[in-house]
């Protein structure tokens, strides 16, 4: 039967493990930010599922650092959920260290720098996606966010600003020089800050970047909606990890999807009507331990329209759902659509 080739043996290690810094996965991937989204339920629901790592929504560097915000539950990391990673966002280097180090101390296990957000009021200050038209501002502000904190510091970047050669050249340096520093991370969304969310994502050229920087760890991020998908975008383009985002909103399921299918066996068979009441009910328990009752109920939609993609009779469910105008009413409301088959 001869040697296992190195390749493989490469392949079976990335797969199994990732190291961002001195923080070790015991598998190669995590729940992405995801602003509005990613608070603590959401991300504690993630932990339960197998995520081992997950991430605030992305947070303004210069209100961050407030230490009135930071007492606010909200901003900190619950002790139940580590390791879980803050990501900032900023144009002042000072001030992104100054934050990094308020949320190291608060807990934060990682801290991630957001040049990726492609929202118009982000860019139009000059923030988050806009940066990856100035590869000197991003790397001052690793540069002093990695001097400040002792935690992993990762990038998150998407493959340029625009289509153009300049753009490309720009992200390029950016990954080259993060790279020659040793960054612990970068993850990269394959798609430019003008695509938003449209076209396809340049898988190829994450596994040319792969190629080129082996020694840099490489997260992909874009279009990762199922675990057969997903592992396969592992293996093919050699990226030593991926990071769920739209995939992972009202279906924490994905996660132990993705750790079946890394330990050989079969995705496990959707959720039954019962089971997805009980993951409803308990991501609205954790919501309401956040939020007062009224918002909660509101803030809670949004979750609902995607956990309603695996009810078999989807639109009535919704429906039913999102007509629930307080806490009892809503739990009702799940009773009648997923117990007492009324949807
Ligand atoms: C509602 C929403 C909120 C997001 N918030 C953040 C964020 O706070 N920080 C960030 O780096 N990316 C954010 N993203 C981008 C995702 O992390 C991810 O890179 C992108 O959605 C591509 O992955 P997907 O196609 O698998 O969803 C957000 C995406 C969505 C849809």
Redesign the pocket.
Known sequence: MGQVPPYAYKKQIQLTMLELGNLILNVPFMQ???????DYAMRRLARDFGAPLT????MLAKSAVHPKVLRNPAFRPHDDEHPVGA?I?GEDPATMAKTAVALQDVGYDLI?L?F??PTTKVLRRQRGGYLLKEPETVMHIYDQVREAVTCPVTM?L?TGFNSSQQSYDNFYRIVSEASERNIDAL?I???TVVQK?TGD?DWNLLAEIKNHFPKTTIIG?????DPQTIIHRLKVTNVDGV?????A?GNPWIYEGLNAVLKGEPVPARPTLAEQAEVIRRHFKGICRLYEPTLAVRYFRKFLIHYCRLHPTRKKAQKTLLAAKSKTQLLTAIEDCYVNGEA
């Open positions: 992405a930010p995801l602003s509005g989204y990613s991430f605030s929504g992305v990501q966002l991630d957001n990726a957000c998150k998407r993850t969304h394959g798609r969310f994502v991020s874009g279009d990762l909606f990071s769920i985002a739209r995939g909103v």
